[in-house]
Structure formats: C-alpha cells, structure tokens
C-alpha cells in the first residue's frame, strides 16, 4: 500500500552531507518525494513509497551519514498522495 509521511529532523544535519545521503537512500529503495535543509537548522523530507519501504527508509533517516547526528526525526503521515517523478534535493 502507497503511502507519504512528512519527515523533520533536527540534530546535526546541515553541512555534514545529510541531503546526499537522504536522496541516495531514497533512490536506492524507490522512494520518490525531496529533501531540503530549513532556516533553522533541521532537514525537511517529504517522501512517497509502499508503507514497509518507508519505514525501512525512515529508519535510514534517523541513522544518517557517519557525520550526522539526529536528535529527532518527527513523522506526520499524510492521507492524500502527491506525485513525484523522483527524489530530489530542493
């Protein structure tokens, strides 16, 4: 079953390479959707995918690259499907 969560993750996830890693994490696993840092600090990800992927890739985000560190990765599923053609880094 197709499913979207919103995701955001504050921690240590700007200038340590967590957008790369997301997009290539996504890519490798099918999720479509984007990534993109916020002002004030935290990483924001909307990504569509089956519900077991998501998950699989939800645990991923709250890992991070080696030079990351989450503090908290906040989820809100949604109801309503977007349409994206693939990942991207905004």
């Not at 919103?6 to 921690?11: A, K, T």
């Not at 700007?14 to 790369?20: A, E, H, L």
Request: no cysteine.
């Amino acid at each position: 079953m197709t499913s979207q969560v919103h995701i955001l993750v504050s921690g240590l996830v700007q200038g340590v390479g967590f957008r790369y890693f997301v997009r290539r994490k996504a890519v490798d696993l099918g999720v479509k959707g984007w990534v993109r840092n916020l002002y004030n600090g935290d990483v924001e990800i909307e990504a569509v995918a089956d519900k077991l992927v998501l998950e699989h890739f939800i645990q991923e985000v709250k890992t991070g690259p080696r030079a990351a560190w989450v503090k908290d990765a906040r989820l809100r599923w949604r109801e309503e499907l977007e349409k994206f053609s693939g990942f991207e880094i905004r």
